[in-house]
Every structure is written in structure tokens, then in C-alpha cells.
């Protein structure tokens, strides 16, 4: 019984075998001539007209074919045709099929289809059991409004993905794409770029070394030494985003945007830019080490802020900048709360515990106004509003500070030096007088409704009072210590920015040393190639949910428009 058993499994085996086997030999039918004793090309039968060959779930039509039966092999000739189920059809004047290894050779003027795409090339090969084909014959390939040209090229049919090693363009209505490592997904038109790869659409140039670019919408992500130009800007950073429909880009670690026409330069961690194309008002937003640099007569004005946007034409833009505001330029450095700057009107606003330093000058008060002088492009004038307070430290004395305080200061500038000064309401005066030896003569006090300045090297070289003056002139063993500084005196020379490197506050400095840290690692990750994006991944499973929906609403419009 047991033998029985193990006889009847055997039989079963054996058939399955065979049937297996034979599911694996080519087939071919429907062939309006025959022959068989194979004088054409020995061990071949030959078959010619409409012939149809069948292995597999691959379907060949030709006009002619050489069947080599024992080897398992076809060659056809004349209108070849080779139909994968719904997923490819490939037509070609000559084609070869290995029924062993599935492999199919074909050429002669080749289309390959898909549902997506279709290429053209002269030569293609298929491998049916890997669902991979290949050619390295100069191709063709139209997908929607894309048309990609290449030398050579793979084609993964499961993934729905084009690669291609070598020189590829893509091309369309929008943009072009050129690079030498592309992988290109035909139902979605999402193209991964690796390698030195520029991206043009419409104006703007795009280069990267590592990217994912969505043909249909126009967005990019980049992440590897790219550089976006827009007109008259132009973004790099660790990781750029595009949107092209939107005027929307955005950079993640070491950004840095140049505006060409402004001569402007912007860094910062983080950065926003939207673009309206019809209006041409722009608008920038930096965080995390937030920097602009704009090019002030062969000198450079940096400012930080916690937060900077700059908005508005190039003819009228407008920077704002918010928490701990700070700038810096050779004659010149100050803090703030918060910054307004035009530069139609040339007018910037200092607001919130202004202070600023010009030369060995110390101004403080509730809000300051600087104005330029758009043809000269240097500072013009001054205003100081509400509480203004001027210091300088006596350069000669050892702990003496010349003061002037009153309600508004106004002040005039000459080659970006402070020349004249008014004090205007209250005015008050506290400074170290000397002879023109530099010889001590003694400290001047004096309360008066205005006061005029004129400065030469940034000292005191005549003063004038009006109305109401009350003015003395004391010996320094007369004038006592307490009295020598007015009400609301701060010396906050500890405070001064002295560089361009004290511009940061030390919160910014530590994050930029965290993110430095963050971006080395990315930079990396950068080095291979980007992984697949999760819009890519579900492509089509999302489009079939939006046509479920599409389809459920016209369901209900039918129902409806039938009950009226």
C-alpha cells in the first residue's frame, strides 16, 4: 500500500513536470503556409503569412517565422508585433524570442508601448522573466507632454521607470531637463536627477546634483549643491524647494540668495520667497541666523534679525525686521527691538530701545529715523525722536563723556560722518572743553531750548546755544563726579558691534553650530542618490481613490438631475 502511494505521487509529479514543461515551448498557429521539411534553414520550420506565436502570455504576430523546435527559439520577419497582456506591445521590422531564457531581441524601426509611454529606437531588448528592457540605439520616448531623447536606456515595466547612465533630455511645453543619471516614472512624470543636472523652466534655471523634479506640476526638491535663478535672484542651499506654478521657493540650511539688481545678498537657515510674476513684488522671509547684506557705496551693510522679510517691487522694497535686531557697517553699528527700511524713501526706522553708534558717537532714544541720500547713496540725515541722548567718551580724560540730551535730536551727515546735530526742547550739555594745544580748560554745563552742534573728526569743534541758556563752566576739581553724567546716562559701549562676526547673538551662534552639525550628515546622505518620494510611491493608488470619488459625485449628479 505504502508503494502504491509513492508511486501514484510520483505520477503526479511527472505530469506536473510536463505540463510545465510545455507551457514553456512556443507555439505557433494561424500560419497560411508550412514547411516542414525544413530545406529553407535547416532545423527550422519555416512559416510565413499571418503567422501567430504564443508563449507564456506573450503573443507574437509576423509575417514570416523560423521556428527552431528543438532549441525553443523563434526569429520573425515583417510587421513583427509582441504583445505582453495590457502592458507592452513592441512593433519591429525583425525579432527574436528565446523561449528558455524569455529573452526577445528586436529591431528595425521599434516601438515600444506602454499605457504611459511609447518609445522609438532601432534596437530594443526584452527580458520578459525580469520585466526589464533595454536599448543602445539612440531612442525616443513620448510620454504625455514629455519627450525624453537618450542614447541608451532601461526600462522597468513593473516599476513603470525609465533609467537612463547617459546623456537624456526631457523636454516639454514647460521646462527641459539635461543631465547623465535620470530615473524618469511614466505615469507620473516625476524625474529623479543624480549628477550635475540643470532644469530650465520658462526663465528660470535650475541646476542641482541630487533632485526630484514632478514634470506635470513643476516642483522640484534639491539637495545637493543646487542653485535656483529666478530673474534677477538667485537661491542656493542645502535643500531647495521649487514650485514654479506657486512663485514659491523655499531653502533649508546654509541658503543664501542674491538679488542681482539690489545688491542684495541674504543668508539664513531657513527661507521663503514668493514671486508675482505680473506685479513683480517680491517677498523673502529668513529665520535661524537670518543675515542680509546689502552693497552701500563700495562699503557693506550687514543686519540680523530673529526674523527678516523683505517684500515690494525693486524700485520699492521694503525690509522688516523683528526680535534683537542688529546691524553693522564700518562707520557705523546699532540695535533694536525692530527695523523698518524703504528704499524709495531711503527711510529707516529704529524702533524699540534704539541705540546707534556712529564713529565714537553713542545715540539712544524712544524711536530713530535714518535717511540716505538715493543719488550719493550715503546717509543724509538723522532723527532722533523722543528722549534722544547723545555720548561720546572724552578721548583725552581718563573716565569723562561729553553728553547731549534733549525731546528730538536732528542730525545732518557728510560722507557718512555725523557733521551738525539740533537738540531741540530741554537741551541739555555736558562736555570736556580744551584749547587748541588740547589743553584743559574746564567742563561745560549748560540747559537751554536747542542746541546746535558742528563736528569735525568726530569732535565737538563748535557749539551754540539759544534761549533760555543757563551755561557754566566748571574747573574738574569744582564739578563733582555725581554730577558729571545727566539723568537717564547708560553707557553701553560693552554692547557696541565692532564686526561683522559680533552681528549674532550667542542663541544664534549655537544654533548655527547644531544645524552645521545636522547638515554634515545630509550632506552625506546626499552623496547617493534620492530616495523615492512618497508621491511617487502612491501615485497611483491616489489617482484610482480620486477617480472612486469623481466617479461616486457623477453617480449622484445622474440621481439627482433623474428625481427632477
Known sequence: ?????????????????????????????????????????????????????????????????????????????????????????????????????????ATGDVILRSPESTLTTDTVYFDKKNQQAFYNSFGTIRNKENTLKSKSGHYYIDQKKYKFTTAVTVTNPESTIKTNNLDYYENSGHAYVFGPSTIINKGNVIYTENGFYDTTNNIGKLSKNSIISLDNKIIEGDDLYYDKNRNYSRGINNVKITDTINNVIATGHYAELYRNAATQKDSMILTKKALVKTLVEKDTMYMHGKKIIVSGPKDNRVIRAFNNVRFYKTDMSGKCDSLWSNNKSELTKLIGRPILWNNDNQMTGDVMHLIGNNKTEQLDSLKVLNNAFIIQKDSLSKNGFNQIKGQNLYGKFFNNRLKEVDVVKNAEVIYYMYNDANEFIGINKTVCSKINLELEENKIDAITFFTKTDSHIYPESEFPENARKLRGFLWRGDERILSKDDIFPEEEIALDDKIQIEAKKKAIEAEKPMEIQKETLEYDSKNKKEEKKSDKKLDVKKVMSKSN
Open 1 to 105: 500500500m505504502k508503494n502504491t502511494f509513492f508511486y501514484i505521487a510520483f505520477l503526479m509529479l511527472t505530469v506536473t513536470f510536463s505540463l510545465a514543461q510545455e507551457k514553456k515551448k512556443i507555439i505557433i498557429e494561424n500560419s497560411d503556409f508550412v514547411d516542414m521539411n525544413q530545406t529553407e534553414i535547416p532545423g527550422a520550420i519555416v512559416f510565413t503569412g499571418n503567422v501567430r506565436i504564443i508563449h507564456n502570455g506573450v503573443k507574437m504576430f509576423c509575417n514570416k517565422a523560423y521556428h527552431f523546435k528543438d532549441e525553443n527559439y523563434v526569429k520573425a520577419f515583417g510587421n513583427v508585433q509582441m504583445n505582453q497582456g495590457d502592458t507592452i506591445t513592441m512593433n519591429s521590422r525583425y525579432a527574436e524570442y528565446n523561449g528558455n531564457e524569455e529573452l526577445a531581441y
